[in-house]
Antibody, heavy 121, light 108 residues
């Protein structure tokens, strides 16, 4: 059974760095084809794909956030960390981690419940 | 970037009724690269349909997907109480992957 869960602060100040952790079970990021993505949804807006880290260590980021966003994984292959620098109120959103499988297609077959992050002074 | 526009924004229906949700793309991205998700408040989004028409494992057959080109549809043949939720579409035929803004299915 695959589960995914996001954790991190609910409030960050403008210009600070956001760190969110996605902890998952039921699969390993070391398994061929496995990918973990981050997606966010600002209040009242559509979901936005942010980035992805793959089983082979490859990383992909949305163009608009490439300079502020980084993804990393732990040695066990069961956590992915999102780091976003220089946070702005426009980054207020619910942040989700979600799995895709490179050999099947870029649809998200499992998601976490999401972590609400507010950016405010 | 491909923009997905979902309609209607909200639909109010009764249990047992049929729901028809639309997702229109700003341009074609490959007919088989569309997914649908259900999202209930406070829960993780759930994959319903991928490849435009393929139900994900465990998804009841009252959910069906169709479409081609730029127009896609999710149909719920007979609404059950647990189906009242938000639904959104996603394309994965073109980068970046993009989502529709969602359709809310409310109880009438």
């Amino acid at each position: 059974q695959v589960t995914m869960r996001e954790s991190g602060p609910a409030l960050v100040r403008p210009t600070e760095t956001l760190t969110l952790t996605c902890t998952f079970s039921g699969f390993s990021l070391k398994s061929t084809g496995m990918c973990v993505n981050w997606v966010r949804q600002p209040p009242g807006k559509a979901l936005e794909w942010l980035g992805r880290i793959d089983w082979d260590g490859a990383k992909y980021y949305t163009t608009s956030l490439k300079s502020r966003l980084s993804l990393s994984t732990d040695t066990s292959g069961t956590q992915v960390v999102l780091t976003m620098i220089n946070m702005d109120p426009a980054d207020t959103a619910t942040y989700f981690c979600a799995r895709t499988h490179a050999l099947v297609g870029d649809f998200f077959d499992y998601w976490g419940q999401g972590a609400q992050v507010a950016v405010s002074s | 970037e491909i923009v997905l526009t979902q309609s209607p924004g909200t639909v109010s229906l009764s249990p047992g009724e049929r729901a028809t949700l639309h997702c229109r793309a700003s341009r074609s991205f490959g007919t088989t690269y569309l997914a649908w998700y259900q999202h209930r408040p406070g829960q993780a989004p759930r994959l319903l349909i991928h490849g435009t028409t393929s139900r994900a494992p465990g998804i009841p057959d009252r959910f069906s997907g169709s479409g081609s080109g730029t127009d896609f549809t999710l149909t719920i043949s007979r609404l059950e109480p647990e189906d009242f939720a938000m639904y959104f579409c996603q394309q994965y035929g073109n980068s970046p992957r993009t989502f529709g803004q969602g359709t809310r299915v409310d109880i009438k």
